[in-house]
T-cell receptor, first 114, second 116 residues
């Protein structure tokens, strides 16, 4: 089955730690995205990538970093500089990143600071 | 700048009643509009989308939405609610500024409750 796989489903981070969220897709999509979801705020874009080895900041990139070394993979690192990382993180992809095509979403990773 | 506003963070209907979830957008260019549904602790699933052409768009699970340019609206409706429709619903518009890249701008979401 084609789709987007995020792991882990739940992640706990101690203060001062960096953690990495995994996102893999087998849809052969060019574009991939990371969104952050907080209650009552909808989804906000963290980073996106339209092609391998290239990515752009979204609206709330501070304290996050990404890489795109393979078409299938777009991992997100939440660094210690992110002051309020507790949230639900969603990875998505779309075919060629065209604005009239829908995004497909993974099942999400819930990150909690302990 | 483009934006999306969903009126009502929580909507409650009885089973069998009409579902109406409101979405208004702001865009200086013709928009591409989407409705997504999210079940608890899950990702988002596309219900329907409007790009061009027919303004009444039919989606999955009996939902439909009508694009009204004069009202800058894209409200989601379903004639008869089912218990399984209880979820959070997000309206979104494609970000057509700058690099575009298929980015989405989301509304705040509307949680739909269905009473038996």
């Amino acid at each position: 089955d084609g789709g987007i796989t995020q792991s882990p489903k739940y992640l706990f981070r101690k203060e001062g730690q960096n953690v990495t969220l995994s996102c893999e897709q087998n849809l052969n999509h060019d574009a991939m995205y990371w969104y952050r979801q907080d209650p009552g705020q909808g989804l906000r874009l963290i980073y996106y990538s339209q092609i391998v080895n290239d990515f752009q900041k979204g609206d709330i990139a501070e304290g996050y970093s990404v890489s795109r070394e393979k078409k299938e993979s777009f991992p997100l690192t939440v660094t210690s500089a992110q002051k309020n990382p507790t949230a639900f993180y969603l990875c998505a992809s779309s075919w060629r990143g065209q604005p009239n095509t829908e995004a497909f979403f993974g099942q999400g990773t819930r990150l909690t600071v302990v | 700048a483009q934006s999306v506003t969903q009126l009502g963070s929580h909507v409650s209907v009885s089973e069998g009643a009409l579902v109406l979830l409101r979405c208004n957008y702001s865009s200086s260019v013709p928009p591409y509009l989407f409705w997504y549904v999210q079940y608890p602790n899950q990702g988002l699933q596309l219900l329907l989308k409007y790009t061009t052409g027919a303004t009444l768009v039919k989606g999955i699970n009996g939902f439909e939405a009508e694009f009204k340019k004069s009202e800058t609206s894209f409200h989601l409706t379903k004639p008869s609610a089912h218990m399984s429709d209880a979820a959070e619903y997000f309206c979104a518009v494609s970000d057509l500024t700058g690099n575009q890249g298929g980015k989405l701008i989301f509304g705040q979401g509307t949680e739909l409750s269905v009473k038996p």
